[in-house]
Every structure is written in C-alpha cells, then in structure tokens.
C-alpha cells in the first residue's frame, strides 16, 4: 500500500527560472539511471523476492524513496519553468516549436506538458521500462543496483557543475548524498550476499554444466599488452580458483560452412566452390551418423 504525504523529501526551488536546466534535469528524472529507472527497478525486485523478508523491505523501502525523489525533481522541474523570461515564453506561445529550440528548452516543456515535467529524459526520449534490471537473483539484483547507483550519481555530479543555483544545487546536494548510503547499503548486501551463496552469480548452477577448462583464462584479445601487474590474468581469483593467462587464444572449432538455403528464399546463390565444400560436408555428417 502506498500514500502521499503532501511534503516534499527535501527542497526543491530554485533561486529563478532557468528553462535550460529544467531540460538537463530531465536526465535524473526520466534517463537510463533516472529516478524513474531506480524507483522501478527497486519496487519490481521487492515485488518479485520470495522467502527473504530483510531483502524484500530494503528494496522495498528505497524504492518507496526514489518515488519522492521523483517528486522532487518535477517539482523543481516545474519551479524552474515558472515565470521563465518573457521573451522565452513569448516566443514559444508565438511558435512553441522553434521558440523552445532557440531558448534552449525542452519543447515538450513548451508543447506537451504545459511547463512541467515530463517522463523522458533531457534528449525528449520517453522512458522505458528496459532500463530496469529485476532478475529474482538478488546478487545480480544487488550489483545491479550499484551500477544504477554509481551512474546516478555520476550525473547529478556533473548536473551540479552545470549549475550556480544555490537552490538547484542544494537539491543535488541531498542526492549526492542518498546516492552515497544507496550505493553503501546495495555494497553491504552483495558482501553478505557473496559470503552466503559465494561471489559468482548465479551459485545454484551445477558445475557439470560449465565447461570448467575456461573458466578462469583470461585470454589477451588486445595487442600489445602482457599479464604484468594484471590482477585478472595471474594469482588468485576471487572466487579462489587461479587465473590463466592465454597470450595467443586459438580457436576452438573449424570454420563453418553453412548449406544453402532453399530457392523460396531468393537468398544469393552460392558459387560452385561453396556448393562443392557443402557436398563435402554432407559426406561428412552422413559418415559420422552411419
């Protein structure tokens, strides 16, 4: 069950209009690694835990954070496009779309929302519920959720650099800071996590699955480099296993030829080489069947 409280999480006001970073915070409301993204992908892995209750609440409680987060951000959003520069306005009132391009502001701002925010990110793309990770593996969840979190606060920081507002900057200031204890909690619970279920995810797959023999070789696809002072290539693994440098990796099956495909197709035939080397390989299975 969810209610709204009327208050804001923090403040959200600006010391004036300013149309353009009213578009740049469209990113941390709508983007990739919005407010949007994180409030949803937090709520659908609570939704979708089973059996772990203190996994279910974290998730649960910090997605429940991210919808005022949400809030916040189209508050200021709003507060910015209010009582914007006449001759901003006015010229988009005169012809919103090319009045919006040439201030500078999002024309969705202008056309679409009636000076507020909208769900979609600085560039106009609307949101897309693909950005969301919710797998029902709660250590890819965890770590995806530290990648969310890490690029996050990555743009509020440079949304911060973007800006003198004290008011917009005091807000950013706020989620720099939740953007901190996110990425601290989300860190804990995959520590935890890795020390009861081991650090590769996911640990229920049987290990006559895996073809083993590669699974700690790193192999050097990069010229002109060499295993020296790489902790991935030499030594101890994480999961304790020892790594395996490979120099010059090898393939590991012949090259293959395809036979053609029917005439219904209209593909391009192939040459009479390529006819003969399919013919031979038709021996060949036939051989192995026999």
Do not use: C
Request: no cysteine; hydrophobic share 35%.
């Amino acid at each position: 069950m969810f209610y709204h409280q009327k208050e804001l999480q923090f403040h959200a006001k600006p010391d004036k209009p300013d149309p353009v970073m009213a578009k740049h915070l469209q990113e941390i409301l709508g983007g990739q690694f919005g407010e949007m993204s994180v409030a949803m992908q937090y709520l659908f892995q609570g939704f979708n835990t089973r059996g772990n209750e203190q996994y279910k609440d974290l998730v649960m409680s910090t997605g429940t954070e991210e919808l005022g987060h949400i809030e916040m951000i189209a508050t200021m959003i709003a507060r910015l496009l209010e009582n914007a520069p006449l001759d901003q306005l006015d010229q988009a009132a005169k012809d919103p779309v090319i009045g919006a391009v040439l201030s500078g502001m999002n024309p969705h701002h202008a056309i679409v929302s009636g000076l507020g925010a909208t769900p979609e990110n600085s560039a106009g793309v609307p949101w897309n519920a693909g950005y969301i990770v919710a797998s029902g593996n709660l250590l890819t969840d965890m770590r995806a959720n530290v990648n969310a979190e890490s690029q996050g606060r990555l743009q509020v920081a440079r949304l911060y650099e973007m800006t003198s507002d004290s008011g917009v900057r005091e807000m950013l200031s706020f989620l720099l800071a939740r953007d901190t204890m996110h990425q601290n909690q989300w860190m804990a619970a995959v520590k935890e996590l890795e020390e009861k279920d081991g650090i590769i995810a996911p640990g229920s797959v049987p290990s006559e699955w895996e073809a083993t023999e590669f699974s700690h070789q790193y192999m050097n696809f990069s010229s002109g480099t060499s295993k020296d002072d790489q902790v991935w290539s030499q030594g101890e693994a994480p999961d304790g296993a020892t790594f395996e440098y490979v120099e010059h990796p090898t393939p590991h099956a012949e090259k293959p030829i395809l036979q053609p495909v029917p005439n219904f197709t209209h593909n391009t035939p192939p040459t009479e080489d390529e006819k003969q080397q399919t013919s031979s390989l038709k021996e060949i299975f036939k051989k192995k069947e026999e």
